[in-house]
């Protein structure tokens, strides 16, 4: 998949609006979302799975779009392997 988390940014963001530092459990508790799904969230460059109930709840609690928190990428950062380069090649 393509999909590009950008919670962390999002939540540093609001930490900076706000004046205050605001930790993932914070966000979890008020948002009402699982902390561990937040953790990986986060620390998840591509996600494979999102939960579209978490990130509703994100949008709401940070007062963000989607597009906010995740980014559609058309590029494919994986590196092809040399079979996959040789027939890219030709």
Do not use: W
Not at 55 to 60: N, T, V, W
Not at 64 to 80: C, F, K, M, N
Request: some cysteine.
């Amino acid at each position: 998949m393509k999909v590009i988390s950008k919670a962390r940014q999002v939540r540093l963001d609001y930490q900076s609006r706000t004046g205050h530092p605001v930790s993932l459990s914070e966000v979890a508790e008020k948002a009402d979302v699982d902390r561990m799904a937040l953790t990986r969230l986060e620390r998840r460059a591509r996600l494979n799975r999102v939960d579209m109930e978490m990130i509703a709840k994100l949008c709401a609690f940070y007062g963000v779009a989607i597009g906010d928190i995740l980014e559609y990428s058309p590029e494919d950062i994986r590196t092809p392997t040399p079979a996959q380069a040789l027939n890219l090649a030709r």
